[in-house]
């Protein structure tokens, strides 16, 4: 299993995104908040990966590009542990 910061590296690339275009995305003024997920000095929230996995699902149904199963599967994976 991927580390989570490297998990949301891989998905915010895969997705083509910069730090600052899934910023803006996410309607964040910054991308401080992204680049401190991915180095792993906080947490990233489970919304987040609910997001994510959202992004992924859509990026496979609406575009050419490459989404792999593995990668969804991670993203669920990681929702999935972290439910009460």
């Known amino acids: 299993m991927t580390p989570e ?15 600052k275009g899934l910023a803006h995305w996410l309607c964040d003024r910054d991308d401080r908040r992204i680049r ?23 990026a496979r149904e609406l575009t050419p590009r490459e989404i792999p199963d593995h990668l969804i599967d991670q ?7 972290r439910r009460p």
Request: proline residues 9%; positive net charge; hydrophobic residues 45%.
């Open 75 to 81: 993203v669920e994976q990681v929702i999935r542990r």
């Open 36 to 58: 401190r997920w991915e180095q792993g000095a906080v947490p990233i929230p489970s919304l987040m990966w609910i997001t994510m996995l959202y992004m992924l699902r859509r």
């Open 5 to 19: 910061p490297e998990l949301l590296a891989v998905c915010r690339l895969k997705l083509g995104y910069t730090p």
